[in-house]
């Protein structure tokens, strides 16, 4: 399982750990994932999602999961995340 975000596409980072003696290594920087489950107000179905924090946050703010994928590009998003796209804009295309 790839620690990637499957809304904002967000990934490890790679930085130094500083000592208090100012010795540097490298390390890696992992987003906080965690599993979650979004309800879709157009399809009226639930969907389990690997999402970061930051990334849930931003769900909320645009106001469902919905909302977010009409912004979000589909660079970012992941396979599962675009086939849940393109079915809640086929529903609301229908609808």
Known sequence: M???????GK?????????HANNRSRRRFLPNLNDVTLMSDALGTAFKLRI??????????????????AKA?????SVNALKI???ISKAQSAA
């Open 85 to 87: 796209k393109k079915a």
């Open 52 to 69: 970061s924090a930051a990334g849930l946050r931003s769900v909320d703010h645009r106001g469902g999961l919905d909302a977010f994928l």
């Open 11 to 19: 990934g490890p980072m790679s930085g130094n750990t500083v000592s």
């Open 73 to 77: 590009r589909d660079e970012d998003l």
């Open 2 to 8: 790839s620690r990637v975000c499957e809304l904002t």
